[in-house]
């Protein structure tokens, strides 16, 4: 039908309807996919390779890290995908923290490891983890793990982030120093003295038990 007679199929003041949306995926997002249809954060000519154990760590009382995130390897820009290599000396302990945008996903290389865990329902466990081991942490749930052998614990820790883990941590000791003395008191229901000399603790990733 056409011409006058598709006029006269739609009325005198009704306008046709529009042309339907592509349902082509690549035709609906043409910067996306172009020409062959490849999506442009594959197209790149960053480095796909990155020497973890190589990389000089952050060293902490306790043990160390090294993390390949979106920093310091530039092919993780927008895949949301980082890796982090946490070794612990006997008695090292990764302080209980959560991350509020990602899980991850926890390898024990080697060592024996017991790990702890609060998800968001206020459910909570621990155990003990050796070589070949998986602990799985839920974004925001609190957890820690620590070396209960007596040689180095190393796990290898992979986050749906790419960016630094200090950029998505909060750890408990910063929590803790943050709040008034009261507060606390509060909570716990022991004089305001209790609290008032607590050390003030901005960063504590990897400590050493005390006990």
């Known amino acids: 039908m056409g ?12 306008a046709p309807p529009p ?11 043409p910067a996306r996919f ?3 249809r ?10 796909h390779l990155f020497r973890l154990a190589a ?6 009382e306790g043990g160390e890290l090294r993390q390949a995130d979106e920093e310091s390897f530039p092919i993780l820009v927008g895949e949301q995908a980082s890796i982090t290599l946490v070794v612990l000396e006997k008695d ?11 899980w991850e996903v926890n390898f024990v290389v080697s060592g024996r490891a017991k790990f702890g865990v609060l998800d968001l329902q206020g459910h909570s466990e621990d155990f003990e983890a ?10 925001g749930s609190m957890h820690y793990f620590e070396n209960i052998g007596d040689e180095q614990l190393k796990v290898l820790i992979v986050f749906n982030t790419s960016a630094e883990e200090g950029k998505d941590d909060i750890g408990v000791a910063a929590s803790i120093s943050a709040l008034p003395p009261y507060v ?25 038990k005390k006990v």
């Not at 006058?4 to 005198?12: E, L, Q, S, T």
């Not at 042309?19 to 997002?29: L, Y």
């Not at 990389?55 to 902490?60: A, C, D, G, I, S």
């Not at 081991?133 to 974004?139: E, I, K, L």
């Open 3 to 14: 011409g006058a007679a598709a006029d006269r199929a739609f009325g005198p003041h009704q």
């Open 55 to 60: 990389m000089e760590p952050k060293r902490f």
């Open 34 to 36: 172009g020409d062959p």
């Open 130 to 139: 050796g070589p070949g081991d998986v602990f799985f942490g839920p974004q």
């Open 19 to 29: 042309p339907a949306a592509p349902t082509d995926v690549a035709a609906a997002d």
């Open 92 to 102: 090292g302990l990764r302080e209980p923290h959560w991350h509020p945008c990602a």
């Open 184 to 208: 606390l008191a509060s909570i716990f229901g022991v004089p305001t003295e209790h609290f008032a000399q607590l050390k003030k603790i901005q960063s504590a990733p990897i400590t050493k």
């Open 38 to 47: 490849i999506p442009s954060e594959l197209n790149t000519q960053t480095s």
